[in-house]
């Protein structure tokens, strides 16, 4: 066991400050990561904050951080996968059971066993639970490591391990989407991700706000039209039309105002995670044999396709790279949806800590 530096939050109303963590040295099939980049991720806040308590309620100290790039420093002698040197990703799940089922399909996010990267009981004893990202380095069996593109600027490629596959995966699963009207729901994190990855699948896109003024930074990021959602008549000349909706909204909205904006047989997928339980309108999924889904970030062999798809697409996500020092202002401003798209902690500014 070795310390390491990191950030932490010691309840759900503490700031966070410096702080040091024990990680396991490497086992036979682990990897020893040096952290270069740590994006923040809106469920890092909810966790921070305890607003998951229901549901999974946080063990404090907390180390927030599940998207991860950094270099491998050290690798087991029973490693294949990946050397010393090279330039790797950590997602949301650094361990599962293996065997399940699910699993055996490569959706390892849907194992019962899944251990989540910060806040999940710790298997090996290191600590009570997983630390994350916000630290120098990080320890991870092999099989929960990914490859990240050398052509990708890391600072953008950080949150594609969480706002990157949690887009991908359902607009992937839907099918070929070349020539199909997509739409996207939402333009922050989630959202500006899914233009870019359905505009690069060849789909015209349409993104919905309820911000005239986020017109021009969607045509920027791939979209083809924007219809604002707060106005009745360019919802309605629209309505029906659409193959498939992602929506990434994490707030209180009008699910059956986008519902009615598919065509036959047409699927909106939920991306994001309201507080409270949406009303739905039976009649706008009979009418049209639409359906609803929903979708969690993606399996490891999933996740490693869509590196690679945005390696040959060149895809990044848009964001502003702190210094940790500033986490906490960043997560007051990510509050108030104050960044475009996402923030991404230069973990070099650790070493002075």
């Keep these: 066991m070795f310390k390491a530096k990191a950030y932490s939050v010691a309840s759900a ?6 702080d040091t963590i024990p990680r396991r040295e490497a086992g036979p099939r682990d990897v020893q990561i040096e952290i270069l980049y740590c994006g923040i991720c809106h469920s890092d806040l909810h966790t921070v904050r305890d607003e998951w308590a229901s549901v999974m309620p946080t063990v404090y100290p907390c180390v927030p951080g599940h998207e991860i790039v950094g270099r491998v420093t050290k690798v087991g002698p029973d490693v294949t996968k990946v050397k010393p040197g090279e330039l790797v990703g950590v997602g949301c799940l650094v361990g599962s059971d293996h065997g399940c089922p699910n699993c055996r399909a490569d959706m390892e996010q849907f194992c019962p066993g899944a251990t989540f ?5 710790d298997v090996h004893g290191t600590a009570p639970v997983t630390y994350g990202g916000y630290s120098e ?34 607009i992937r699963r839907w099918g070929d989407i070349a020539g199909k009207k997509v739409g996207v729901v939402g333009l922050g994190g989630l959202g500006h991700m899914a233009v870019k990855f359905a505009r690069a699948f060849g789909a015209h896109v349409v993104v919905f706000t309820t911000s005239a003024g986020k017109k ?57 995670a309201p507080e409270k339980p949406l009303p739905l309108s039976a009649f706008a999924l009979l009418f049209g044999r639409r359906s609803i889904s929903g979708s969690l970030i993606g399996g490891i062999k999933e996740t490693q396709e869509m590196l690679d798809f945005c390696g040959k697409h060149n895809i990044t996500a848009d964001v502003e790279v702190i210094p940790i020092q500033k986490v906490n202002e960043a997560y007051e401003r990510l509050v108030k949806s104050d960044v475009k798209y996402r923030f991404s902690i230069d973990m070099a500014s650790l070493k002075g800590e």
Excluded: W
């Design 216 to 272: 021009e930074d969607a045509l920027r990021l791939g979209a083809h039209e924007v219809i604002v959602s707060t106005d009745p008549e360019q919802m309605k000349a629209q309505a029906g039309t659409f193959n498939f909706i992602l929506d990434t909204i994490a707030a209180e909205h009008d699910i059956n105002a986008y519902i009615n904006m598919l065509g036959l047989e047409g699927n909106i997928t939920l991306v994001g």
């Design 13 to 18: 109303t503490a700031s966070f400050v410096a």
């Design 117 to 121: 990267t910060y806040n999940s009981p």
């Design 137 to 170: 380095s990080i320890v991870v069996d092999e099989h929960f490591v990914l490859r990240v593109p050398e052509n990708l600027d890391l600072s953008g490629v950080a949150p594609l391990l969480c706002a990157g596959i949690t887009t991908y995966s359902p």
